[in-house]
């Protein structure tokens, strides 16, 4: 990536992470700027995202992990369900290094993809697993072994909840990013949704647009 157009790139990563609250290290851009590399080299053989343009995937894509970085206030392991080309976990992890952050993906393309990031950027503190998270929480390892599970889009609300139960402590939170359409999801949704109850809610417009985005964050059952 050539100097001005990575110090372009730079410049509205620092306008979306202020807008949104959210401390960006000298280190975090520039590993941000790898991962867009990465993303358009890997764009000509597997499908990421619709749109590859590196501007195009920060206002979209990254700028929409920094609201859920912003509102992260739990410690602890973390799994991200269905991270397809990284988000929100693999942004997660550049943002706070000292976090242990497991992706799981199921389509065996995007997971190459996570692994060769992870290690071109050398993130110690990511794993990432090939596979179905309803068959990988069947294994020992991941059954109630995260504070919090999150998942960007990746299903509807009842099937996101049921699949996350099985990874998080009984204690544990589960956060869904959603678009337009979750209210439809929020009706349909029952009261108590397995040993998950709604904890919050958060409605944004992503910085740069006007594009709305809600983060739903459950709590387990043991913490209400």
């Known amino acids: ?3 001005s157009h990575q110090d372009a790139i730079a410049h509205v990563l620092g306008q979306g992470a202020a807008r949104l609250a959210v401390p960006l290290a000298h280190t975090t851009l520039d590993s941000v700027c790898v991962y867009l590399d990465e993303l358009q080299r890997w764009s000509r053989i597997v499908n990421l995202v619709s749109v590859p343009d590196p501007q195009t995937v920060i206002r979209k894509h990254v700028v929409d992990c920094f609201a859920l970085a912003s509102q992260l206030s739990f410690e602890g392991r973390l799994v991200d369900l269905g991270s397809g080309a990284g988000f929100p976990g693999l942004i997660l992890a550049m943002l706070d ?3 242990p952050i497991d992706l799981i993906e199921a389509r065996r393309k995007r997971a190459h993809f996570l692994k060769a990031v ?3 950027l050398e993130l110690r503190n990511v794993a990432v697993y090939e596979g179905r998270a309803e068959a990988l929480v069947q294994q020992e390892r991941f059954r109630a072994a995260y504070r919090v599970a999150v998942s960007r889009a990746t299903w509807n609300l009842a099937r996101f909840l049921s699949v996350a ?4 402590e009984p204690d544990g939170w589960a956060i869904a990013m959603k678009g337009p359409g979750v209210g439809d999801e929020l009706r349909h949704l029952p009261a ?3 040993p998950f109850v709604l904890y919050s809610r958060y409605d944004y417009t992503l910085p740069f647009g006007t594009e709305r985005r809600t983060l739903l964050t459950f709590a387990g059952q043991c913490f209400t």
């Open 192 to 194: 108590q949704a397995g």
């Open 1 to 3: 990536m050539a100097a």
């Open 118 to 120: 992870v290690r071109r």
């Open 97 to 99: 290094p000292e976090r």
């Open 165 to 168: 139960q099985g990874f998080v």
